[in-house]
Protein backbone atom coordinates (compact mmCIF):
# COMPACT_ATOMS: atom_id res chain seq x y z
CA UNK A 1 0.00 0.00 0.00
CA UNK A 2 0.84 3.33 -0.43
CA UNK A 3 2.59 5.99 1.88
CA UNK A 4 1.27 9.44 2.63
CA UNK A 5 2.25 11.38 -0.59
CA UNK A 6 2.93 15.32 -0.52
CA UNK A 7 3.80 17.75 -3.68
CA UNK A 8 6.10 19.59 -4.16
CA UNK A 9 8.73 18.51 -2.09
CA UNK A 10 10.27 21.63 -2.13
CA UNK A 11 9.23 25.23 -2.88
CA UNK A 12 10.85 29.35 -2.92
CA UNK A 13 8.36 31.32 -3.06
CA UNK A 14 8.82 35.30 -2.13
CA UNK A 15 7.09 37.29 0.31
CA UNK A 16 3.84 38.30 -0.13
CA UNK A 17 2.87 35.81 -2.68
CA UNK A 18 0.37 32.26 -1.76
CA UNK A 19 1.13 29.03 -2.01
CA UNK A 20 -0.62 26.03 -2.25
CA UNK A 21 0.60 22.51 -0.59
CA UNK A 22 -1.07 18.94 -1.91
CA UNK A 23 -1.01 15.75 0.60
CA UNK A 24 -2.61 12.27 -1.07
CA UNK A 25 -3.31 10.28 2.17
CA UNK A 26 -2.66 6.29 2.43
CA UNK A 27 -5.67 4.62 0.61
CA UNK A 28 -8.52 4.32 2.55
CA UNK A 29 -7.35 6.98 5.04
CA UNK A 30 -10.06 9.69 5.57
CA UNK A 31 -7.97 11.52 8.18
CA UNK A 32 -5.58 14.20 6.99
CA UNK A 33 -3.77 16.18 9.97
CA UNK A 34 -1.14 19.31 8.56
CA UNK A 35 1.71 20.42 10.87
CA UNK A 36 4.31 23.41 10.74
CA UNK A 37 8.09 22.37 11.74
CA UNK A 38 10.72 24.91 12.60
CA UNK A 39 13.82 25.13 14.08
CA UNK A 40 12.48 27.63 16.58
CA UNK A 41 9.29 26.41 17.67
CA UNK A 42 9.23 22.49 16.88
CA UNK A 43 6.35 20.42 15.53
CA UNK A 44 3.19 22.15 15.51
CA UNK A 45 -0.17 21.14 14.61
CA UNK A 46 -2.30 23.12 12.22
CA UNK A 47 -5.37 21.74 11.50
CA UNK A 48 -7.15 18.13 10.47
CA UNK A 49 -9.85 17.28 8.01
CA UNK A 50 -11.96 14.05 8.09
CA UNK A 51 -14.74 13.34 5.45
CA UNK A 52 -14.57 17.15 3.88
CA UNK A 53 -15.03 18.76 7.01
CA UNK A 54 -11.78 20.55 9.00
CA UNK A 55 -12.40 19.01 12.60
CA UNK A 56 -9.74 20.55 14.63
CA UNK A 57 -7.54 23.57 14.22
CA UNK A 58 -4.30 24.64 15.78
CA UNK A 59 -3.37 28.40 16.85
CA UNK A 60 -2.23 29.96 13.30
CA UNK A 61 -3.64 32.75 11.86
CA UNK A 62 -6.17 33.16 9.17
CA UNK A 63 -3.54 33.07 6.35
CA UNK A 64 -3.32 29.24 7.05
CA UNK A 65 -6.10 27.46 5.69
CA UNK A 66 -6.92 24.36 3.65
CA UNK A 67 -9.36 21.67 2.35
CA UNK A 68 -10.27 18.11 1.85
CA UNK A 69 -11.64 16.69 -1.55
CA UNK A 70 -14.11 13.83 -1.88
CA UNK A 71 -11.21 11.38 -2.58
CA UNK A 72 -9.82 12.41 0.92
CA UNK A 73 -6.64 13.97 -0.86
CA UNK A 74 -6.07 17.53 1.01
CA UNK A 75 -4.87 20.82 0.28
CA UNK A 76 -3.68 23.71 2.14
CA UNK A 77 -3.17 27.41 1.11
CA UNK A 78 -0.49 30.17 3.36
CA UNK A 79 -1.92 33.39 1.71
CA UNK A 80 0.51 36.74 2.18
CA UNK A 81 3.77 34.89 3.00
CA UNK A 82 5.94 35.80 5.26
CA UNK A 83 9.71 34.79 6.15
CA UNK A 84 8.68 33.37 9.47
CA UNK A 85 6.43 31.18 7.28
CA UNK A 86 9.91 29.15 5.82
CA UNK A 87 9.56 25.57 7.27
CA UNK A 88 8.82 22.00 6.93
CA UNK A 89 4.67 21.07 6.55
CA UNK A 90 4.16 17.65 7.05
CA UNK A 91 0.92 16.01 6.45
CA UNK A 92 -0.58 12.85 8.20
CA UNK A 93 -3.29 10.38 7.42
CA UNK A 94 -4.85 7.86 9.80
CA UNK A 95 -7.21 5.17 9.98
CA UNK A 96 -10.15 4.88 7.42
CA UNK A 97 -12.40 6.40 10.64
CA UNK A 98 -10.15 8.45 12.32
CA UNK A 99 -10.65 7.84 15.42
CA UNK A 100 -8.53 8.99 17.98
CA UNK A 101 -7.15 6.09 19.48
CA UNK A 102 -5.52 5.44 15.88
CA UNK A 103 -2.08 6.04 15.05
CA UNK A 104 -0.91 8.79 12.11
CA UNK A 105 1.30 7.97 9.23
CA UNK A 106 3.37 11.16 8.09
CA UNK A 107 4.27 12.17 4.53
CA UNK A 108 7.66 13.08 3.37
CA UNK A 109 6.94 17.04 3.72
CA UNK A 110 7.06 20.20 1.63
CA UNK A 111 9.97 22.02 2.26
CA UNK A 112 8.91 25.87 2.18
CA UNK A 113 11.83 28.84 1.81
CA UNK A 114 10.47 32.01 1.82
CA UNK A 115 12.92 34.65 0.63
CA UNK B 1 -2.28 23.70 27.53
CA UNK B 2 -0.45 20.25 26.84
CA UNK B 3 3.66 20.99 27.59
CA UNK B 4 6.27 17.29 26.29
CA UNK B 5 9.72 17.20 27.45
CA UNK B 6 12.14 15.27 26.23
CA UNK B 7 15.26 14.23 27.88
CA UNK B 8 18.11 13.85 26.71
CA UNK B 9 18.24 16.46 24.16
CA UNK B 10 20.85 15.11 22.63
CA UNK B 11 22.90 11.77 22.31
CA UNK B 12 25.98 10.43 21.26
CA UNK B 13 27.01 6.63 22.20
CA UNK B 14 28.97 3.61 20.42
CA UNK B 15 27.17 1.16 18.98
CA UNK B 16 25.99 -1.70 20.93
CA UNK B 17 24.77 0.37 23.88
CA UNK B 18 21.18 -0.03 25.07
CA UNK B 19 19.28 3.24 25.38
CA UNK B 20 16.58 4.94 27.19
CA UNK B 21 14.90 7.91 26.36
CA UNK B 22 12.26 10.35 28.09
CA UNK B 23 9.18 11.71 27.49
CA UNK B 24 6.99 13.84 30.27
CA UNK B 25 4.06 15.32 30.05
CA UNK B 26 1.94 18.02 32.15
CA UNK B 27 -1.76 17.09 31.47
CA UNK B 28 -2.33 13.40 31.74
CA UNK B 29 -5.76 12.83 30.15
CA UNK B 30 -4.44 11.62 27.40
CA UNK B 31 -5.68 8.91 24.79
CA UNK B 32 -2.89 7.47 23.72
CA UNK B 33 1.05 8.48 23.01
CA UNK B 34 2.95 8.05 19.72
CA UNK B 35 6.94 7.49 19.53
CA UNK B 36 8.53 8.54 16.47
CA UNK B 37 11.88 9.07 14.70
CA UNK B 38 12.96 11.31 12.20
CA UNK B 39 15.48 11.48 9.65
CA UNK B 40 17.47 14.81 8.62
CA UNK B 41 14.99 16.68 6.18
CA UNK B 42 12.44 14.00 6.18
CA UNK B 43 8.69 13.16 7.41
CA UNK B 44 8.57 11.02 10.54
CA UNK B 45 8.09 7.46 10.77
CA UNK B 46 5.90 5.64 13.32
CA UNK B 47 7.46 3.37 15.95
CA UNK B 48 5.44 2.63 18.65
CA UNK B 49 1.51 3.84 19.84
CA UNK B 50 0.73 3.25 23.57
CA UNK B 51 -3.31 3.22 24.61
CA UNK B 52 -4.02 5.06 27.29
CA UNK B 53 -5.22 2.00 28.86
CA UNK B 54 -1.41 0.10 27.59
CA UNK B 55 1.88 0.16 29.54
CA UNK B 56 4.21 -0.85 27.47
CA UNK B 57 4.54 -1.72 23.70
CA UNK B 58 7.37 -3.19 22.25
CA UNK B 59 8.38 -3.75 18.61
CA UNK B 60 11.45 -5.14 17.76
CA UNK B 61 14.51 -3.44 19.54
CA UNK B 62 12.16 -1.23 20.66
CA UNK B 63 10.19 -0.84 23.66
CA UNK B 64 7.70 1.70 25.01
CA UNK B 65 6.49 2.09 28.62
CA UNK B 66 3.69 4.73 29.68
CA UNK B 67 2.62 5.64 33.06
CA UNK B 68 0.01 8.05 32.24
CA UNK B 69 -0.70 9.27 36.14
CA UNK B 70 2.44 10.47 36.65
CA UNK B 71 2.86 11.59 33.07
CA UNK B 72 5.88 9.86 31.51
CA UNK B 73 6.92 7.82 28.79
CA UNK B 74 10.40 5.77 28.20
CA UNK B 75 11.43 4.38 25.01
CA UNK B 76 14.36 1.68 25.54
CA UNK B 77 16.35 0.78 22.43
CA UNK B 78 18.11 -2.23 22.93
CA UNK B 79 21.87 -2.95 21.08
CA UNK B 80 21.92 0.31 19.41
CA UNK B 81 23.07 0.43 15.68
CA UNK B 82 24.56 3.30 13.48
CA UNK B 83 21.20 2.79 11.50
CA UNK B 84 19.35 4.21 14.84
CA UNK B 85 20.52 7.49 14.36
CA UNK B 86 17.94 10.14 14.03
CA UNK B 87 15.89 12.19 15.99
CA UNK B 88 12.97 10.58 18.33
CA UNK B 89 9.74 12.23 19.30
CA UNK B 90 7.30 11.65 22.06
CA UNK B 91 3.29 12.62 21.03
CA UNK B 92 0.91 12.38 23.90
CA UNK B 93 -2.67 12.88 21.99
CA UNK B 94 -5.14 14.85 24.05
CA UNK B 95 -8.63 16.30 24.47
CA UNK B 96 -8.08 19.98 23.98
CA UNK B 97 -11.53 21.42 24.25
CA UNK B 98 -13.37 18.68 22.70
CA UNK B 99 -10.44 18.25 19.99
CA UNK B 100 -7.97 15.39 19.66
CA UNK B 101 -4.81 16.70 18.54
CA UNK B 102 -1.26 15.64 19.04
CA UNK B 103 1.64 17.58 21.11
CA UNK B 104 5.46 16.82 20.16
CA UNK B 105 8.09 17.19 22.27
CA UNK B 106 11.50 19.06 20.95
CA UNK B 107 12.79 15.95 20.64
CA UNK B 108 16.04 13.55 21.62
CA UNK B 109 18.98 13.49 18.81
CA UNK B 110 20.41 10.12 18.36
CA UNK B 111 23.78 9.33 16.65
CA UNK B 112 25.18 5.76 17.36
CA UNK B 113 28.64 5.37 16.61
CA UNK B 114 29.94 2.52 14.46
Known amino acids: KAGVTQTPRYLIKTRGQQVTLSCSPISGHRSVSWYQQTPGQGLQFLFE???????NKGNFPGRFSGRQFSNSRSEMNVSTLELGDSALYLCASSHPDGQVVYEQYFGPGTRLTVT | KQEVTQIPAALSVPEGENLVLNCSFT??????LQWFRQDPGKGLTSLLLIQSSQREQTSGRLNASLDKSSGRSTLYIAASQPGDSATYLCAPKGASGGSYIPTFGRGTSLIVHP
Open chain 2, 27 to 32: DSAIYN
Open chain 1, 49 to 55: YFSETQR
